[in-house]
């Protein structure tokens, strides 16, 4: 195919492929301030480094198409709508991403055809998804308390609980040198590794298993170090 194209032609076939691939390097380790990303709010890039670890990589299509088209504050909120229906959906109910595989395809391909112009549609679309989850909670107050409580019935891992504690506790931004697990990370309070009998346990017997699992993976058991 590159043998029939004119020098020009190739050249800015190159450039493409040149642009989509640091498009996706950006999109998998966020700068901190270049060209095209200055405007994307730490937070944002904060939550393409989550996005990542937690390892939903459905979502790199659909953020590969909206980076390509849209500008920094219409791809910020992009990455916001996706965040949110992960944690609220993917996380909070143990929906696997795989399951809305053709939705994520097809969000992907109008971004590319209609490029802003979809924005609000994708929006309105996330949403509605994401209220299938919580029927009859018509306003955004007892969507939020609902969310709330189903915070407190479900079992987190490291990353998860990153993310979360990072929303929760309001930390804004980026304080730390490089927002990752190397730098800052979710660390359990009573460890995942204890066992029973053991001094964790002070000297009681607990035989619910499933109760001390749950406890070791609950949001409350976690903090935030670095």
């Known amino acids: 195919h590159c043998m029939n194209m004119s020098n020009t032609e190739f050249k800015q076939f190159f450039n493409s492929l040149k642009s989509e691939a640091e498009n996706y390097h950006s999109i998998q380790f966020p700068p901190p301030s270049v060209r095209n990303w200055q405007y994307v709010p730490k937070e944002r890039k904060n939550d393409l480094v989550d996005l990542r670890n937690m390892g939903y990589r459905q ?73 299938e989850f919580y029927p009859s909670k018509d306003t955004k107050t007892k969507m939020n308390n609902a969310f709330k409580k189903k915070l407190e019935t479900i079992r987190l891992n490291q990353n998860t609980a990153k993310h979360i504690l990072r929303v929760v506790e309001g930390l804004e931004g980026n304080p730390w040198d490089s927002y990752d697990l190397a730098k800052i990370h979710a660390e359990h309070i009573f460890p995942k590794s204890a066992r029973n009998p053991g001094p964790w346990f002070n000297h009681q017997t607990w035989t619910d298993l499933n109760k001390i699992e749950f406890i070791k993976n609950n949001l409350g058991n976690f903090i935030l170090l670095e």
């Open 59 to 131: 979502t790199r299509q659909v953020l590969l198409s909206a980076r390509r088209h849209l500008d920094d504050q219409e791809f910020s909120r992009v990455i916001q709508v996706i965040i949110t229906m992960i944690v609220r959906v993917n996380i909070c109910f143990g929906v696997s991403p795989a399951k809305k595989e053709d939705d994520w395809a097809k969000w992907a391909s109008k971004f590319n055809s209609e490029k802003s112009d979809y924005l609000p549609a994708f929006e309105d679309e996330v949403m509605s998804y994401i209220k």
